[in-house]
C-alpha cells in the first residue's frame, strides 16, 4: 500500500525537513508540497493524496481553512503539524489523524502514519466492499439478501478484544468488560469496571470496531455497553441517565434518546 501524500507548510525548511524524515518510510509517496493554504485545497482536489501533512499557522489560509476548503470532496486524512501546542484539542475535532509539534520527533512521526495506515486500510476496505456489492447487485441481485440476512460473518467482523497502549503498556481488553467509552477529541476513555484506559482513535474509527447491538451512542461523545445499563432514570427536557452495574451515571443526551429506547427494556 502506497500512501500518497502533501505536505504543506509556508517554511521550505519545515517541508524539506519533513521530506527528509519520510524517505525513511518506503510505503509513502510524497506527490507534491504547497507553501500555502490555498495552494493547497487547489492541489489536494487535483490530485487527490491518501494524507496530508498540514503546517496550521499560515498567511491567509490556515491549516483549518484548508480541512474546511476540502471537504465538498472525498477528504484526504489530516497530520496537522506545528510549532504552539495551544491548537490541539482543535486539530482533534476537525478528526486528524494525529498532532506533531515542531521539530517532528522520529517516534512521533512513526506513530501519526501507522494510525493512518490503519484508517487508509479501512477506507480502501470499505470501498472494496462496496465495489463488490455493486458488481453482485448488478450480476446476481437474487444473492444479495442472502448475504445480508447471514448473522455469523455479520457478528464476526466486530472485534473481541482491543489492544490499548496506555502509560507505555499494551492491555488486551476484552470488550465485554468495557462499560463505557468517553470521547476527548481524537483520544477515547475506554472505562472498564475497575480500570480506564486511554486509546488514541476516533470515536467513528472506534464505532466500527464494536458490535452496535451491544455498544451504542447515546451522546456525541459517549458510547455504552447495554449490556451492563441496569436503571433508566429519566431527566428534564427529554433526556435521561443510563445507570450502569457500577453504579456510574451516563447521561442520554435528548437526540439519542430514541435510539437507547429500542435496545433497553
Do not use: W
Not at 453482485?136 to 490499548?164: C, H, Q, T, Y
Not at 464505532?207 to 459517549?222: A, C, G, N, T
Amino acid at each position: 500500500m502506497t500512501i500518497r501524500t502533501i505536505l504543506v507548510d509556508d517554511e521550505k525548511l519545515a517541508i524539506q525537513g519533513l521530506q527528509l524524515r519520510l524517505e525513511a518510510f518506503p510505503d509513502v509517496e510524497v506527490i507534491d508540497t504547497c507553501s500555502n493554504g490555498r495552494e493547497a485545497i487547489r492541489k489536494i482536489k487535483t490530485e487527490k493524496p491518501d494524507l496530508v501533512f498540514c503546517d496550521i499557522q499560515m498567511p491567509g489560509f490556515d491549516g483549518f481553512s484548508v480541512v474546511k476548503g476540502v471537504m465538498e470532496i472525498d477528504p484526504p486524512l489530516f497530520v496537522f503539524v506545528t510549532a504552539y501546542s495551544e491548537h490541539a484539542i482543535k486539530a482533534f475535532e476537525a478528526n486528524a489523524v494525529d498532532y506533531l509539534l515542531k521539530p517532528v520527533e522520529s517516534d512521533r512521526l512513526a506513530d501519526a502514519l501507522d494510525r493512518a495506515r490503519t484508517r487508509i486500510a479501512e477506507k480502501r476496505g470499505r470501498e472494496e466492499a462496496d465495489k463488490l456489492k455493486m458488481v453482485l447487485a448488478e450480476v446476481s441481485p437474487e444473492s444479495m439478501p442472502e448475504m445480508e440476512d447471514e448473522g455469523e460473518p455479520v457478528a464476526g467482523r466486530f472485534e473481541k478484544l482491543i489492544n490499548i497502549k496506555d502509560r507505555g503498556q499494551i492491555f488486551r481488553v476484552d470488550v465485554d468488560t468495557i462499560e463505557r467509552i468517553e470521547a476527548a477529541g481524537d483520544y477515547m476513555c475506554i472505562y472498564t469496571g475497575d480500570n480506564s484506559l486511554i486509546l488514541r482513535e476516533t470515536m467513528k474509527d472506534l464505532e466500527r470496531r464494536l458490535d452496535p447491538r451491544v455498544f451504542q451512542r447515546v451522546h456525541r461523545s459517549k458510547i455504552v455497553n447495554l449490556d451492563q445499563v441496569r436503571q433508566v432514570r429519566p431527566h428534564t427536557n427529554g433526556e435521561c441517565f443510563l445507570v450502569l452495574d457500577s453504579g456510574a451515571e451516563v447521561k442520554v443526551s435528548r437526540s439519542y434518546r430514541d435510539v437507547v429506547a429500542r435496545f433497553v427494556h
